[in-house]
């Protein structure tokens, strides 16, 4: 039996949310407001990360936001750097920026991120956004994370009193929605078993789960017999294998077994299409958010 | 048959690291520096909280801490509080200061613990701290955990592969052991599930733990069918429950019936004398940190 009806588009879903959100900016404006405006720097010629900035700056454009991108050679120096960082924390006209991850390795990533204004750190990776979010309080929320929480929420997935396991203790995914669904919210209140490389039997912890979030970055690594009937299952994997039909060589598959896992799910995310255009959307959310108190 | 061999002596442990600290401190102090100096503000006149800041006061002097206690009227002004805090940040003569909670009714908890300067906050509340802990990054860790982490490391409690079951998901004790017990650390690296009062089968959970964390703040919640044969428990209730037969008309209870749970357990925490006085050494040592540091 094929079935189709249980799939979360995340590409349909995060198009619906830029509308609104562009909806919101079109009052904004029409009340003489400022756009909000993201600014991204990018550091260096890495072709993924050229990719992932020019893909959030066109969503900026879609939705009506400003942007500035800002360009620096690979070989910045981490004082020259820090500076630019204060110069856009002082910047008046920007809402939010981001510094785009992986940074070159004679600069500590975490120096710079530690000096970025919390109210204008729209990646919520700030240790201040972390600790809030740890916290209960209104923060900026880390883009995958609040991606989750968004489809969960939008596709009416009940989410209290449910066992969720979470493969993979990353600090950008795992451990962040580990907080997120434990915490008393309407997306939350589940019992949460986080799982890792030293879990002795995740499929025994799996089999438990009515709600599994894969962040583990491993190829179909959650397979049919470690799902139950009726799981939710999001996928935050992508990872790249070799296929020599494909147009470049390779595919984009998921930490789950897709075709697999898919008719016993009750809600699953594809790979891609699913978990992936919703981190775009949820930059978006946090930069509308830095305009509406800034 | 009774057994004692397996009852994690806190107390005991407690003054074990008291003299390490007091050892520390001689050392310091003999190479001609000044030794730790932690202040402690307590608003009004709560008698837990007096009995609290006093204890910490006399921690100090037991090993050779310097020592301020500040007291305030309970009218004292949200603002002068705010200046107290700051000038605490700015006297180069004191490492860590603590604020004693809760504070009345008037002065917002959050705003005052934000204002601590981070570097100063050897309770470990403030949010940059709390995020730091999240990402495995170098902070002051909150007493009560803290204390417990203390304890399965001088106990040489296994805790890779294990699973934790953690009841209650406070900020202070349930939601951080969740993080720190599921890190890559020596303690830590746990399958850790967090339950709380939205799960559904609390009983099925623990079954299921070889460590069980009980932090929910109601007497004897934990009982002998809830835990599997050789279990560790850290038990960190500390409630009153009425008692005729005591001096003061009642005793202190933990979240674990304790006699019935002894027998099965590999290792037991006993209430009180157990998480209880290792809170006060976490203090103790964040200071002796934050003096190194400074």
């Known amino acids: 039996m094929i079935r189709n009806d249980n799939i979360i588009d995340g590409k349909a879903l995060s198009n619906t949310i830029k509308e609104e959100i562009a909806a919101e900016v079109k009052v904004l404006v029409s009340h003489g407001e400022r756009a909000p405006h993201l600014a991204a720097i990018l550091v260096g010629e890495n072709p993924a990360s050229q990719s992932y900035v020019r893909s959030k700056v066109r969503s900026c454009e879609q939705v009506g936001f400003q942007s500035t991108l800002i360009q620096k050679e690979v070989d910045i120096t981490e004082a020259k750097l820090l500076e630019l960082v204060d110069q856009l924390n002082k910047n008046e006209e920007i809402d939010g920026f981001i510094v785009q991850l992986p940074l070159p390795k004679h600069i500590d990533e975490m120096k710079i991120t530690m000096a970025i204004d919390p109210s204008k750190d729209v990646d919520g990776f700030h240790p201040v956004n972390v600790g809030k979010m740890s916290l209960g309080l209104d923060c900026f929320l ?153």
Do not use: W
Not at 161 to 182: D, Y
Not at 253 to 282: H, Q, R
């Open 142 to 294: 880390p883009a995958t994370p609040y991606g989750i929480v968004q489809m969960l929420d939008r596709y009416k997935i009940e989410t209290s009193g449910k066992h969720c396991v979470i493969v993979g203790r990353s600090n950008i995914v795992g451990t962040p929605m580990s907080i997120l669904m434990s915490r008393k919210a309407k997306v939350g209140n589940c019992t949460v078993t986080l799982t890792h490389s030293r879990t002795k039997n995740i499929k025994t912890e799996l089999l438990r789960a009515d709600i599994i979030i894969a962040a583990i970055g491993y190829p179909n690594f959650v397979t049919e017999d470690m799902v139950k009937q009726g799981a939710v299952i999001i996928d935050v994997g992508i990872n790249r294998i070799e296929d020599s039909e494909a147009k470049r060589g390779y595919r984009l598959v998921g930490d789950v077994d897709f075709e697999a896992c898919k008719n016993k799910a009750l809600y699953i995310t594809p790979v891609p299409g699913g978990v992936g255009p919703m981190t775009v959307t949820s930059l978006l959310m946090n930069t509308l958010k830095a305009r509406k108190f800034s």
